[in-house]
């Protein structure tokens, strides 16, 4: 088989999975008895302003984050694991059906990189599930009794992806040429930027309006219909047809 030297990569939440793998792997910390009541009822005030359209995603998420290494601080590495393998287990096929086939078709050409914020222990099975050649999540340190710290080992995957992407390929000596790129934030806009054929997947309002202003096609999956928005559909360099990643259902 001939080396891959094209690139594709994909944020996770949102965009592959079809929620958000650091709330399930929460979910399962509790059912396992690692995250408190308590601590899960902290969450269900900034949850239900979400859901009722009262706050932002970003508020909910930040405190999942924030209940997240709380619990884990000072717990055992192998129960942390057993959890992420049953919220993996659970729910590694909640994917979308446009994302999982687009993988499945790059993956005969291209380099498959899935860069999440989402913690490396639930990010890592999930994305070796889908046959990604590298990934990262944000890593948790572990001390030499295999316990947790509470603390972040360097920055966080998500608010470096470009940088990620950048480092990878220069040091692979791989190529921009024909990089495609798939994200559904605005923590994606750095990747986005910078491969050949982005494509923004059920975006946020902001990233809605960046991509209509930079001419990026936008997909939405909605229940069993996918379709792409045609007001963006202007590649960002050559031309790019929608019958590329437009899959009809």
Same mark, same amino acid.
């Given at each position: 088989m001939p080396q891959k030297n094209k690139v594709a990569v994909f944020d996770?939440?949102?965009?592959? *999975?079809?929620?958000? /793998?650091?709330?399930? *792997?929460?979910?399962? /910390?509790q059912r396992t008895g690692v995250i408190s009541a308590t601590d899960a009822m902290a969450l269900l005030k900034p949850y239900y302003a979400w859901v009722e359209r009262r706050g932002s995603y970003d508020d909910y998420i930040k405190k999942v984050v924030e209940v997240h290494v709380k619990a884990i601080k000072g717990k055992e590495q192998r129960y942390v694991l057993a959890a992420a393998d049953l919220a993996?287990?659970?729910h590694r096929d909640r994917v979308y059906r446009y994302t999982r086939d687009l993988i499945k078709k790059l993956k005969r050409s291209h380099l498959l990189l899935a860069i999440s914020g989402s913690p490396i222990e639930i990010v890592e099975p999930f994305a070796k599930y889908f046959k990604f050649d590298h990934v990262w999540g944000s890593v948790f340190e572990v001390d030499r009794r295999g316990r947790y710290t509470g603390r972040v080992l360097e920055r966080r995957p998500v608010d470096q992806k470009r940088e990620i992407l950048e480092a990878f390929v220069?040091?692979?000596n791989l190529s921009m040429t024909g990089s495609w790129g798939v994200g559904d934030?605005?923590?994606d806009i750095s990747f986005l930027?910078?491969?050949?054929h982005p494509i923004v997947f059920n975006p946020t309002l902001r990233l809605y309006n960046i991509a209509k202003r930079r001419h990026w096609p936008v997909v939405v999956e909605r229940?069993?219909?996918?379709?792409?928005?045609?007001?963006?559909s202007a590649p960002r360099r050559g031309r790019v047809r929608f019958s590329q990643y437009e899959h009809r259902v």
């Amino acid at each position: 088989m001939p080396q891959k030297n094209k690139v594709a990569v994909f944020d996770i939440d949102g965009t592959i *999975f079809r929620s958000s /793998l650091l709330v399930e *792997f929460n979910k399962a /910390l509790q059912r396992t008895g690692v995250i408190s009541a308590t601590d899960a009822m902290a969450l269900l005030k900034p949850y239900y302003a979400w859901v009722e359209r009262r706050g932002s995603y970003d508020d909910y998420i930040k405190k999942v984050v924030e209940v997240h290494v709380k619990a884990i601080k000072g717990k055992e590495q192998r129960y942390v694991l057993a959890a992420a393998d049953l919220a993996f287990l659970n729910h590694r096929d909640r994917v979308y059906r446009y994302t999982r086939d687009l993988i499945k078709k790059l993956k005969r050409s291209h380099l498959l990189l899935a860069i999440s914020g989402s913690p490396i222990e639930i990010v890592e099975p999930f994305a070796k599930y889908f046959k990604f050649d590298h990934v990262w999540g944000s890593v948790f340190e572990v001390d030499r009794r295999g316990r947790y710290t509470g603390r972040v080992l360097e920055r966080r995957p998500v608010d470096q992806k470009r940088e990620i992407l950048e480092a990878f390929v220069q040091e692979r000596n791989l190529s921009m040429t024909g990089s495609w790129g798939v994200g559904d934030t605005e923590t994606d806009i750095s990747f986005l930027a910078i491969v050949d054929h982005p494509i923004v997947f059920n975006p946020t309002l902001r990233l809605y309006n960046i991509a209509k202003r930079r001419h990026w096609p936008v997909v939405v999956e909605r229940k069993n219909v996918i379709y792409p928005v045609r007001e963006c559909s202007a590649p960002r360099r050559g031309r790019v047809r929608f019958s590329q990643y437009e899959h009809r259902v």
